[in-house]
């Protein structure tokens, strides 16, 4: 879960992660051992990070969930690949690199402004059983990572409380907790891992997003869909001056452009830890302006804007290799990891609606 804190005392961006989704009831008999007057053994889980199997029946079910955390918590099974009990950490994950962005953005911040508290936060939330709470400590002190907020609801959807916790941003594995949360009107994506490992810098947190139905509405989407291109082409020079309506992750780059500015402040413009990409399949020249326009009208801005006039996304994020890419299509989300993007769709808009019926 993404958030800019908004605490009476700290203030910074909440991210909120989706742990596990199995529900608690399932484990707590099994949590310590096989449940009483069966001989049934032990689940056991293969761990990717150091190759050994131990009982662990409930994390055992976490493999490839997500945490629905602050802004740039891991999946679950990046945290680690599963091993050697309840009361145990988990291995370690392979792609790490997003959460290390944003820590590498907050050490930076913590340099230029020591009493600020306006940083990246990560929330960690799962509708696991509290037992689950020491492992998941563990883990989390054995590796030395900043989250300090838990969220544990034995069961229950923990999509009630992504209010209370002020997200920012809410990613998941689980499709359907992301469209409750997208929903309930909470920027929110449904996380895919890359299908090969590629280099991320480890200085700069790059994010990239795709333009309708993710920072803005669907509107001129739903033309394309409906009436075609020369439609939606007419209708976006007719209203060129007309700002959009703004989509659901609108209020994520906002929160980014206002970390960014803290270094701008600082003249640390050149040395900026954060960079922002709009990556969209729009024409330039004939439907290009209109975007433009909108962020200005916004007091938004991204680094760099790509207008690929109906192009492949993926040869393009392999350029820019951002720790994170958001886009509305599936089919843009399957492209990019396929060349080693970490993609995040969004379950907004028109889109949906061919999604489903394809």
Not at 108 to 133: C, K, S
């Amino acid at each position: 879960m993404w958030q800019i804190r908004r605490w009476q005392i700290s203030h910074g961006v909440f991210v909120c992660y989706y742990v596990a989704e199995e529900q608690a009831d399932k484990y707590a008999a099994s949590a310590l051992q096989s449940s009483p007057g069966t001989t049934e053994p032990l689940a056991t889980n293969n761990c990717k990070g150091c190759g050994s199997a131990a009982p662990d029946p409930i994390l055992a079910q976490e493999e490839s969930r997500f945490f629905p955390h602050f802004p740039f918590s891991p999946p679950a099974h990046q945290f680690g690949e599963l091993c050697c009990g309840p009361d145990k950490q988990a291995c370690r994950g392979s792609r790490e690199h997003f959460r290390e962005a944003l820590e590498h953005v907050n050490a930076r911040l913590l340099e230029l402004y020591p009493d600020d508290e306006e940083r990246f936060d990560i929330v960690l939330m799962t509708n696991n059983h509290a037992q689950v709470g020491v492992r998941l400590i563990n883990s989390i002190n054995h590796y030395g990572l900043t989250i300090e907020r838990f969220c544990m609801t034995g069961g229950k959807s923990p999509i009630g409380y992504l209010t209370a916790y002020l997200t920012n941003l809410y990613l998941s594995a689980d499709s359907e907790k992301v469209q409750e949360a997208i929903e309930a009107g909470i920027a929110s994506a449904t996380m895919f891992t890359a299908n090969k490992d590629v280099a991320y810098s480890d200085t700069q947190l790059r994010v990239a997003f795709d333009g309708d139905a993710v920072l803005f509405s669907d509107e001129s989407e739903l033309i394309v869909k409906e009436k075609g291109l020369d439609t939606f082409f007419e209708h976006e020079q007719l209203n060129e001056n007309k700002p959009l309506a703004q989509g659901p992750l609108k209020g994520f780059l906002e929160d980014l452009g206002k970390l960014q500015k803290k270094f701008y402040a600082k003249n640390e413009r050149l040395n900026c830890p954060i960079r922002t990409f709009l990556v969209t399949a729009r024409s330039a020249a004939s439907s290009g302006a209109r975007v433009l326009k909108t962020l200005r009208s916004w007091g938004l801005e991204v680094d760099e804007a790509l207008f690929l006039a109906g192009a492949p996304k993926g040869p393009i994020l392999v350029k820019i290799r951002p720790h994170i890419f958001f886009d509305d299509q599936m089919f843009h989300i399957e492209g990019a990891q396929k060349l080693g993007t970490i993609a995040a769709h969004v379950p907004y808009g028109i889109a949906q609606k061919y999604h489903k019926s394809a």
